[in-house]
């Protein structure tokens, strides 16, 4: 038996454990705050065991869920700096560095180093989404011909 986590792009995930099984959903407020709505489900079962394990998977998760928070904090506050740069904090995080990179495909001007003025974020965004629709299609036309 083994852990297992599986997300859904853009923003839910669940997690398979041995004893129960939890639904994650990810909502954001704005450019600072995410809401997570969370919620487990178990089928009934009152063996020893399973009171063990379930303490357990709760007892880590805990544990794991309080290092995030505080690694999240963190890197917020590192954002505000000009020593901040962008990348993954581990190879073995997988689905993260999957995220970050659907993000920055479906919003561009993501991977700009520079923040752009706000009132020029959308178009910004448009242009290079455009330019990378042309570049996609261009591929495609190459390979008909």
């Not at 997690?15 to 919620?39: A, G, S, V």
């Not at 993260?96 to 965004?125: T, W």
Request: aromatic content about 10%.
């Amino acid at each position: 038996m083994h852990w297992s986590y599986y997300r859904l792009w853009p923003n839910l995930a669940f997690d398979i454990y041995p004893d129960q099984m939890d639904f994650m959903q990810f909502i954001p407020i704005n450019y600072r705050k995410t809401l997570i709505r969370e919620i487990p489900y178990a089928l009934p079962d009152e063996r020893r065991e399973m009171k063990a394990a379930r303490y357990l998977n709760w007892r880590i998760n805990r544990e794991v869920n309080a290092e995030d928070t505080e690694l999240i904090n963190f890197v917020q506050e590192g954002m505000e700096t000009s020593a901040y740069s962008s990348g993954p904090l581990a190879e073995s995080e997988i689905c993260l560095i999957d995220s970050a990179e659907k993000i920055r495909n479906s919003i561009p001007v993501s991977r700009l180093e520079v923040e752009p003025d706000s009132d020029e974020i959308v178009k910004i965004n448009e242009e290079l989404l455009e330019n990378k629709d042309k570049k996609v299609k261009n591929i495609f036309d190459k390979k008909k011909t």
